[in-house]
């Protein structure tokens, strides 16, 4: 019987039960207990300590895990087939169409539910991507290459520079824009560190993710997909940026600048905001779906942005420095743990500092002596919206004298990856500070505007 086949995941009490209603891993079963009834298709559970639950997938497209009772019923309605992908056939390509490369890194965007756990794994291919969204053939001509499939927890500054060197190649072979799926939690540091690394761009670099994977029906995979496919072949500026829902509804695709974008929410489709900055873009939903007048699918909201140039030489800087550390100040910070990195040969620390730019007196002599054994020390808020200012109290002015580099209003994930970049172009640590306050891809800006920012990360003017 396929339910006691290796794998499955079903022992003991669970595996006996489902023997004895006749159940075979695919089958659509029926639980029903003192109160509920449970409908859908029978899927493998993961090993775990206990042997009294049932896992089915719903019509829904959930799954629910059942405990097992003296109440509980179980009947087989109908035999199924045992859950299975398979990739669809790729669109034809038009060659009047812009070439976009699409590169997968892993993550939501790239992922299917495991029916041996029932748990969302990185499993489909770039080409899997292109095959299950067929309206991209009628945007672009779409090239697809896998260059990591990673969890987004897992992708370290190493791999930026590995894709960074990727994208650089694909635009050196004639790409009208490059997309790089890639898992949204750690997007943003991505995105942040592709601005660096991709300096002077002649074309659009688009990241995309999704909140929900592919099999489900809330997925937000295809429409963030094929807007930053549009956005590759078709937007006026070349920058780094990020797309993704503006709204947790389907109207539009947002497009954040890669150094002021942030994940804002576990699980909405709207997750990303942009920090101390707006949006430099929109594309319409339904305008994505039907792509006619492409002209008019990319909707600009500045006119501050480097404009697309396909003869424009491309400045590649991958190098980044692993050795730094974001310290996050909080009351009764031990300053042992600034100690700790100096003496561990760390070339630059971030302090994510309170308010206007503080940390304790008590840190002082540690800062001081990371200053005086050439770390690089900065300073960002941990405020999420807002500017450093350390003029105001004499904690800042005091924390300046120590050596402590303000970073004005860029905003902790950003600043670190930034510092890495930095301390990956020179070892030298004045030139580093240099390089650390000049503006390489709009990641501060000069002035904060006299706006007030909502908790939603809107704007409005203040009263």
């Not at 409908?39 to 497209?61: A, C």
């Not at 509804?249 to 920090?275: E, L, N, P, Q």
């Not at 070892?427 to 390089?435: C, F, G, H, Q, R």
Request: glycine fraction near 8%; charge should be neutral; hydrophobic fraction near 40%.
């Amino acid at each position: 019987m396929t339910a006691n086949a290796e794998n499955s995941g079903y022992k003991g009490k669970a595996l006996d039960a489902l023997n004895e209603a006749g159940c075979e891993i695919g089958d659509v079963i029926r639980i029903t207990d003192k109160e509920r009834v449970f409908e859908g298709i029978l899927i493998p559970r993961s090993e775990t300590n206990t042997n009294d639950h049932i896992v089915v997938k719903l019509k829904s497209g959930y799954n629910v895990g059942i405990k097992l009772t003296l109440y509980t019923a179980i009947e087989r309605v109908g035999k199924g087939n045992k859950p299975q992908f398979a990739s669809p056939p790729i669109p034809e390509q038009k060659p009047d169409l812009p070439k976009v490369v699409i590169l997968s890194t892993g993550g939501t965007i790239a992922s299917r539910v495991d029916y041996r756990t029932g748990a969302v794994r990185s499993a489909l291919s770039a080409s899997d991507l292109y095959g299950v969204v067929p309206e991209l053939g009628d945007i672009a001509q779409v090239e697809t290459e896998i260059v990591f499939s990673l969890y987004s927890e897992n992708i370290t500054p190493m791999h930026w520079g590995e894709i960074a060197k990727t994208v650089a190649n694909k635009i050196s072979h004639g790409a009208n824009g490059v997309v790089i799926a890639h898992g949204t939690d750690t997007m943003a540091y991505t995105a942040a560190a592709l601005s660096f690394a991709l300096q002077n761009l002649p074309v659009p670099v688009i990241l995309v993710g999704a909140q929900r994977s592919s099999d489900r029906p809330s997925s937000d995979a295809a429409t963030n997909l094929i807007g930053a496919v549009q956005l590759a072949g078709n937007a006026p500026f070349a920058e780094v940026v990020l797309a993704m829902h503006e709204t947790v509804s389907d109207t539009a695709i947002v497009v954040h600048r890669g150094t002021r974008v942030r994940k804002c929410h576990t699980s909405r489709r709207d997750t990303f905001k942009s920090i101390n900055a707006t949006p430099i873009a929109l594309v319409l939903a339904e305008s994505t779906l039907s792509p006619l007048n492409k002209e008019q699918t990319v909707h600009m909201l500045t006119d501050e942005f480097l404009k697309r140039d396909p003869k424009r030489k491309l400045v590649l800087k991958p190098n980044f420095n692993d050795k730094v550390a974001l310290v996050k100040f909080f009351p009764g910070l031990d300053p042992a743990v600034i100690d700790w990195y100096v003496e561990r040969g760390f070339k630059g620390i971030l302090l994510e500092g309170s308010g206007l730019g503080h940390v304790s007196k008590y840190c002082f002599d540690a800062v001081q002596n990371a200053n005086n054994r050439g770390v690089v020390v900065a300073l960002a808020s941990q405020c999420i919206w807002g500017r450093v200012n350390m003029h105001v109290y004499d904690t800042g002015r005091d924390l300046m004298n120590r050596g402590v580099i303000p970073l004005d209003d860029m905003f902790p994930e950003t600043a670190l990856v930034k510092l890495m970049w930095v301390l990956g172009q020179t070892s030298d640590s004045e030139a580093a500070k240099k390089l650390l306050k000049l503006n390489v891809a709009g990641e501060f800006s000069p002035r904060t505007l006299p706006e007030e920012t909502g908790v939603d990360g809107g704007e409005r003017v203040g009263n």
